[in-house]
């Protein structure tokens, strides 16, 4: 198995601290967002034998295993990541794989440049995606149900978010969500501002249920996107538990540290909270308009001690396995590629000693087998 070094990304949103203490390093004092894992050409994980992507493309089925390049190509399909978040992440949505080919295509078509600010679709796949926090992790995650959330307005005594409150009353669930979201996004900026501002003084005045949303605005002054994630739940995630995100779901992350993994995809379309490009026809195109419980995941554990983390998707498969002082190594060789990472302890995986924040990738048909006292996260595929 090769032993990782990943690329840290210095997104302004990221946290300061949050990585560095993970891996047991002085923080630098610049923001360290993510720190990526696999062979995106964006950002590539080296090693001894060379940029993991360039590797893996030289021969496709010894990396991979033959199950894998039969059903997702000659590519890895995931990536995997420890995002660090310090600030609220842009409330943006994903497409699903036929949005995905479709929007691609008719960029590609127009000649919208690849790197374009307001290009939507940089490939041509979907991107679902699971979060399991590391930290206690806040986050935003799929519509509350439209009554719910006309309280919520009506409460905070700002007369003009009436209309809003008005729409979500007098509509069926979907007409609801998406005439609110449609008329927050299109809204003149100078007046949403002042909608904002004076949102922000009364949920600041309210506080409890108000407090995440508030605080979106102290980054974000003025923001559409602030009124719009109204409209979402707020979740807060414990340490082991986990968010699934499928295609259309609205979602932000807002503040904590967690191991996230995803559809080797950037198609991202943005609602707000953010300085980039919205396109509000297409991502009027995407959004799925129902309501929906954030559904928080927990683990489940195999006979062996595996804590699989289910999900409907076979592009990526994340499993934790927590090894406690005097347990027997565990054998994870599979038929599939994996990258193994270590956030807790002192963990032996194969030759190689990982601690945390350390990475390895073990290529299909490897003999994997860890032991030590630690937390160990597993990423794979289902072919």
Partial sequence: MDRLTNTIRPYAWGSTTALAQLLGVEPSGDPQAEMWMGAHPGAPSRTERGALNEVIEADPERELGPEAVAKFGPRLPFLFKILAAGAPLSLQVHP?????????????????PVDAPNRNYKDANHKPELICALT????????????????????????????????????????????????????????????????????????????????????????????????????????????????????AYLDGLGVEIMANSDNVLRCGLTPKHV??????????????????????????????????????????????????PQDLTATTPQILLCTAGTVRAGELTLTPGQSAFVP???????????????ATVVA
């Fill in 279 to 328: 396109d509000v026809p297409e991502l009027l195109r995407v959004v799925r308009f129902e309501a929906s419980d954030p559904g928080v995941l927990r683990p489940e554990a195999s006979p062996a001690g595996e804590e699989v983390y289910e999900t409907p998707i076979d592009e990526f498969r994340l499993s934790r396995l927590v090894l406690p002082e005097g347990a027997a």
């Fill in 136 to 251: 206690p992790f806040d986050g935003l995650c799929g519509f509350r149900a439209p009554g719910e959330t006309a309280d919520l307005l009506e409460a905070l005594g700002v007369d003009s978010l009436k209309p809003y409150v008005d729409l979500l009353r007098a509509h069926p669930e979907e007409a609801a969500l998406r005439e609110v979201l449609t008329a927050v996004l299109s809204a003149d900026p100078e007046q949403m501002a002042e909608t904002v501002t004076a949102f922000t003084a009364a949920a600041q005045r309210l506080g409890g249920a108000y407090a995440p949303y508030a605080d979106l605005a102290h980054h974000y002054p003025g923001d559409p996107g602030v009124i719009a994630a109204m409209l979402l739940n707020h979740v807060r995630l414990q340490p082991g538990e986990a968010l699934f995100l499928g295609a259309g779901v609205p979602h």
């Fill in 96 to 112: 699903d794989l036929a949005q995905a080919k479709e929007g691609y295509a008719d960029e590609e078509r127009r000649g919208v």
């Fill in 364 to 378: 299909a048909g490897e003999k994997a087998e860890v032991s030590g006292v630690g937390t160990v996260f597993r």
